[in-house]
């Protein structure tokens, strides 16, 4: 199993430009999770899916962020405009939710480290 | 509404010492309890979870015990090696969700010292 995937790894970007990152999740999981870790702040959640549907999305900073999850095997974080207080790693999790009391292992991504400049 | 508390880092320990990270919690219903690891460069990874009250979640060494009496489920290891160094989450789940929403606790940096 390639565990959940995230792309790039790094991004180096300029103020204003729009930035994509990517998440790959585990085959089967139905549960996808964004989070956002700063010195500052720490680890944030910003938005989660379940099975597609974005369920919480009160962590997403301001309209500037969105998130997608076109299908089970992918799903994108944009910030359109990047600023420089958006320098964070962002973190993709999946997990298979099935017992409906939240037990369920989250299985994180290594993670993009996003720099604006 | 729910909440993790850790004790402040960063911790720092001699190799060999024994290790306890303090957790405690706010909760209503019944909350599964977990703590990850962080290795530095990499993502969160979990460690141990306990789904009920008085269960001993373990691994690699780790153990925490749910204690709802006291709100709390405390990380311990008898004795630390320098690759325990990392950073450690606790974090819950509430009893009711179905989606596996979590809310962590702010971190706790372990430093072991050979």
């Known amino acids: 199993d390639a565990g959940v995937i995230q792309s790039p790894r790094h991004e180096v970007t300029e103020m204003g430009q729009e930035v994509t990152l990517r998440c790959k999740p585990i085959?089967?999981?139905?549960?996808l999770f964004w989070y956002r870790q700063t010195m500052m702040r720490g680890l944030e959640l910003l938005i989660y899916?379940?099975?597609?549907?974005?369920?919480?999305d009160s962590g997403m900073p301001e309209d500037r962020f969105s998130a997608k999850m076109p299908n089970a095997s992918f799903s994108t974080l944009k910030i359109q405009p990047s600023e420089p207080r958006d320098s964070a790693v962002y973190f993709c999790a999946s997990s298979f939710s099935r017992t409906g009391r939240g037990t369920d292992t989250q299985y994180f991504g290594p993670g993009t480290r996003l720099t604006v400049l | 509404g729910n909440s993790v508390t850790q004790m402040e880092g960063p911790v720092t320990l001699s190799e060999e010492a024994f290790l306890t990270i303090n957790c405690t919690y706010t909760?209503?219903?019944?909350?599964?309890l977990f703590w990850y690891v962080q290795y530095p460069g990499e993502g969160l990874q979990l460690l141990l979870k306990?789904?009920?009250?008085?269960d001993k979640g373990s691994n690699k060494g780790f153990e925490a015990t749910y204690r709802k009496e006291t709100t709390s489920f405390h990380l311990e290891k008898g004795s630390v090696q320098v690759s325990d160094s990392a950073v450690y989450f606790c974090?819950?789940?509430?009893?009711?969700?179905?989606?596996?929403?979590?809310?962590f606790g702010q971190g706790t940096t372990l430093q072991v010292k050979p």
């Open positions: 306990a789904t009920k009250a008085d």
């Open positions: 899916f379940n099975n597609n549907v974005p369920i919480d």
């Open positions: 909760a209503t219903g019944y909350p599964s």
């Open positions: 974090a819950l789940t509430s009893g009711s969700s179905n989606t596996g929403k979590l809310i």
């Open positions: 085959s089967g999981h139905n549960s």
